[in-house]
């Protein structure tokens, strides 16, 4: 077993001061690895920072008997090879056991990763009001309360607009197949690339398959596919609400239990890593709705000042793709500047070099101000991260692939590295 990076300090640490081994750990921490983050007391409830102090003395006491131990040379012997044998197979085939249930249960697992990533967005303002003398179930109360107030008061205004555009949509999409060959921005196209794109010819495909309808009836059964999917996820929305609530009501005896798990003398570093990453993920869902929501604020004013039609449609399809990292906002940008195009090239080309603007706006003062206070990662392990949450879980991979890996870097950076260094 190799020995944290520090445990000796400690252990003199203990020895020297008369107060008690309690408050050595804390002498100590000026010659750990700088890396090393601690947890603030203050903002622990009362029976975890209890527990924390209490497994700061239990790792002096481990350092003092790693300090005797330290000399002692153990020989690894295998006494018994076909014991060995039998319960690595065993912890194989239980791996791949466990690998099928999770496949399995996948749906279920991205329900509880929603609710916990909700739940921990709403912790702050939770301990925001407990530090102001509201008592915590309350506290949860009149914050899930506005919530679902919040939530639903958007939904109450968006989903009639995207049903009435939607209808709209339906009513008008063949007269802007029909009429596109008479527009003046389709006309200039067609001068200018008509030799290289037989435009004329992807129009009429469109016009036949507007124009019958058995296609339209083929629309209206993706349509009702469309409902189904939306009811559905409707279902699994309130699902998620209700393990929020769940998750927000007992997230702290949670991480007490979970803290429960691991050796006394360890528990502090524990801790400490849970502490931050649990900010960090709520910070960073804050930070990531709040960053898509004036996306989807600002696109829909510039397409109402552009005559876009269906502008609300359009913001809400922003807002869900500006939720993505890295990828979301260069896909809303193709999908405004696409849908102004029906208005015309002028309103398309006006739409992307907004965006562009945007989204150097975004990068450079918006993101780091809401974002990189919380998660901090390099921008290549963020593609990767994306790319890899995404091909694993789909979207939601995508959505959780940032603060994952900052959870990564984290326990690399705070629990490996100092260890190597002690090598």
């Not at 190799?2 to 008369?18: C, I, L, N, V, Y």
């Not at 530090?131 to 309350?138: A, E, H």
Request: charged letters at 15%.
């Amino acid at each position: 077993m190799s020995r944290p990076f520090g445990r000796r300090q400690r252990a003199d640490a203990g020895a020297a001061d008369p107060r008690g081994a309690a408050d050595a750990p804390r002498k100590a921490r000026t010659v750990e690895h700088p890396d090393i983050v601690h947890v603030d007391l203050e903002q622990l409830d009362a029976e975890t920072r209890k527990m924390y102090r209490e497994a700061e003395a239990a790792a002096v006491a481990e350092a003092k008997e790693e300090e005797r131990r330290q000399h002692t040379l153990r020989e690894f012997v295998v006494r018994s090879p076909f014991q060995l044998g039998f319960v690595i197979t065993l912890g194989a085939l239980v791996a791949i056991l466990v690998g099928q249930m999770v496949a399995q249960l996948s749906t279920i697992i991205m329900y509880v990763v929603g609710a916990l990533f909700i739940a921990l967005a709403l912790e702050p303002v939770v301990r925001w009001l407990e530090r102001r003398g509201v008592k915590r179930p309350l506290g949860i109360a009149i914050v899930f309360a506005s919530f679902i107030l919040i939530v639903g008061g958007i939904l109450a205004i968006v989903i009639p607009m995207i049903a009435n555009q939607v209808a709209s949509l339906v009513r008008t999409a063949p007269s802007y197949f029909r009429n596109i060959t008479g527009e003046d921005w389709y006309v200039t196209i067609k001068e200018r690339f008509g030799e290289y794109i037989n435009f004329d010819a992807l129009i009429g495909q469109v016009q036949d398959f507007v124009g019958k309808p058995e296609n339209w009836a083929q629309v209206a059964g993706g349509v009702w596919q469309a409902g189904i999917g939306i009811a559905n996820g409707l279902t699994a929305g309130l699902i998620v609400l209700i393990l929020s609530l769940y998750f927000l009501a007992s997230l702290q005896a949670t991480k007490r239990a979970f803290y429960l798990l691991a050796p006394k003398s360890n528990r502090v570093r524990i801790i400490d890593i849970t502490e931050q990453i649990t900010k960090s993920v709520g910070g960073y869902v804050n930070g990531i709705v709040i960053l898509a929501l004036v996306n989807a604020i600002c696109g829909f004013i510039l397409m109402t000042i552009l005559n876009v039609p269906f502008a609300g449609l359009v913001a809400v399809g922003v807002f869900l793709l500006a939720l993505i990292p890295l990828f979301g906002s260069v896909l809303a940008t193709v999908l405004v500047a696409g849908v102004a195009l029906f208005e015309s090239p002028t309103a398309a080309i006006i739409a992307a070099v907004y965006y562009l603007i945007y989204m150097q706006i975004e990068a450079y003062l918006l993101t780091p101000r809401i974002m990189n206070r919380v998660v901090a990662v390099p921008g290549s392990l963020v593609v990767i991260g994306a790319l890899a949450g995404g091909t694993l879980l789909g979207l939601l991979g995508a959505l959780i692939s940032i603060p994952v890996t900052a959870m990564i870097l984290m326990i690399v950076k705070q629990v490996w590295v100092p260890r190597q260094e002690q090598q």
